[in-house]
């Protein structure tokens, strides 16, 4: 079972909707992650957080939102998406490094934009 | 920050067959990490393995990294129905990005 919880599982939004998708993890985690990953296709790095800061963006644009209120929790914030945004997205945690940790991922939030 | 290269891209096995699939990668690394997804699910950690080892074994998991030549091996013996899913290869740098190739689809037919 994954520490790294994902809220909701299934979400359906329209293009001028504002919703947002919540991770929640309780391992003493500094460093979370969102991924974005189309049906067959590897998940793609969206951003990451490290001691609760902005730490790579990967060119997402603006229409995706991620906060990081305290260091248990990360969101992404949804708006104006269109219908080729919708996709699994993937929640991941991991101690804080260069390289070499584990990253513990989320069972993930299937979104679709109609 | 840098992408494996999984092969091949799929790969179907009878049970109790062992399965091999291969990662190569570009540049020089930290450490290389294996993930398996069954299908629609969240990302699951395999095994880790420094760019100092040479082989690493967990359970029905043999994991070999050749430095030399960038490319690293997974191993499933005596597979299972339950080992169907997809296994993505993500070397490491200095970076902590992972990033993820295509991935190996394996189905293992009971």
């Known amino acids: 079972d994954t520490e790294v919880t994902q809220t909701p599982k299934h979400l359906v939004m329209g293009m001028t909707n504002k919703k947002s998708l919540k991770c929640e993890q309780h391992m003493g985690h500094r460093a979370m992650y969102w991924y974005k990953q189309k049906a067959k296709k590897p998940p793609e790095l969206m951003f990451v957080y490290s001691y609760e800061k902005l730490s790579i963006n990967e060119s997402v644009p603006s229409r995706f939102s991620p906060e990081c209120p305290n260091s248990s929790l990360l969101n992404l914030h949804l708006h104006a998406l269109q219908p080729e945004d919708s996709a699994l997205y993937l929640c991941a945690s991991s101690q804080v490094g260069t390289s070499g940790n584990t990253i513990y991922f989320g069972e993930g939030s299937w979104l679709t934009v109609v | 920050s840098q992408q494996g290269e999984e092969d091949p891209q799929a790969l179907s096995i009878q049970e109790g067959e062992n399965a091999t699939m291969n990662c190569s990668y570009k540049?020089?690394?930290?450490?290389l990490q294996w993930y398996r997804q069954n299908s629609g699910r969240g990302l699951v950690h395999l095994i880790l393995i420094r760019s100092n080892e040479r082989e690493k074994h967990s359970g029905r998991l043999r994991v070999t990294l050749d430095t030399s030549k960038k490319s690293s091996s997974l191993l499933i013996t005596a597979s299972r129905a339950a080992d169907t899913a997809s296994y993505f290869c993500?070397?490491?740098?200095?970076?902590?990005?992972?990033?993820f190739g295509k991935g190996t689809k394996l189905t293992v037919n009971p």
């Open positions: 993500a070397p490491q740098g200095g970076s902590e990005k992972l990033v």
């Open positions: 540049t020089s690394i930290n450490n």
